[in-house]
């Protein structure tokens, strides 16, 4: 009796949340301008006040209000108006190097402190300090000299 209620109620629990899961979140204008460039102006749609950006925007919002996800809008948006309506290109072919470039930069960044650090820890202190000192005593020396001729 005891199982047949506790399998009853995590049904009743679980139904809720497998309904939601097949509801599909709608996507808004919001989460789309910020992927979205004005293709005669160049720059973002939401900044944009160009008749084509009216018209990119209006597009934008037939395809949300049938229901397209962000994914899909982007894809639709590609079709209509060409690569050059995405603020980001595509993470293929020559534009991958936008992608790479700055990970191989700052890997191979990593790797020369990695390899300098330890050398430029490794060397002697005093090295440095000795012609640091030897100076500083010509100095000491130069101006007790100076300060002489004015003592007479």
Same mark, same amino acid.
């Given at each position: 009796?005891?199982?047949? /209620?506790?399998? &009853?109620?995590?049904?009743?629990?679980?139904?809720?949340?497998?309904?939601?899961?097949?509801?599909?979140?709608?996507?808004?204008?919001?989460? @789309?301008?910020?992927?979205?460039?004005?293709?005669?102006?160049?720059?973002?749609?939401?900044?944009?006040?160009?008749?084509? /950006?009216?018209?990119?925007?209006?597009?934008?919002?037939?395809?949300?209000?049938? $229901?397209?996800?962000?994914?899909?809008?982007?894809?639709?948006?590609?079709?209509?108006? $060409?690569?050059?309506?995405?603020?980001?290109?595509?993470?293929? $072919?020559?534009?991958?190097?936008?992608?790479?470039?700055?990970?191989? @930069? @700052?890997?191979?960044?990593? &790797?020369?402190?990695?390899?300098?650090?330890?050398?430029?820890?490794?060397?002697?202190?005093?090295?440095?300090?000795? $012609?640091?000192?030897?100076?500083?005593?010509?100095?000491?020396?130069?101006?007790?000299?100076?300060?002489?001729?004015?003592?007479?």
């Amino acid at each position: 009796m005891r199982r047949a /209620a506790l399998i &009853g109620a995590l049904t009743i629990a679980l139904v809720p949340s497998a309904s939601s899961a097949a509801v599909k979140e709608r996507t808004t204008m919001a989460q @789309v301008l910020p992927y979205v460039m004005c293709v005669t102006c160049k720059i973002p749609l939401a900044a944009a006040q160009s008749p084509q /950006a009216e018209q990119e925007r209006a597009y934008i919002e037939q395809l949300i209000a049938k $229901g397209d996800t962000l994914a899909q809008v982007k894809k639709a948006l590609v079709a209509q108006y $060409g690569d050059a309506v995405l603020a980001l290109p595509p993470a293929s $072919g020559f534009d991958l190097t936008i992608y790479v470039v700055p990970v191989v @930069v @700052v890997a191979a960044l990593a &790797g020369l402190l990695a390899v300098l650090l330890p050398r430029w820890r490794e060397r002697e202190p005093g090295v440095a300090d000795a $012609g640091a000192s030897e100076l500083r005593q010509a100095d000491a020396a130069r101006l007790d000299a100076e300060l002489a001729q004015y003592d007479r």
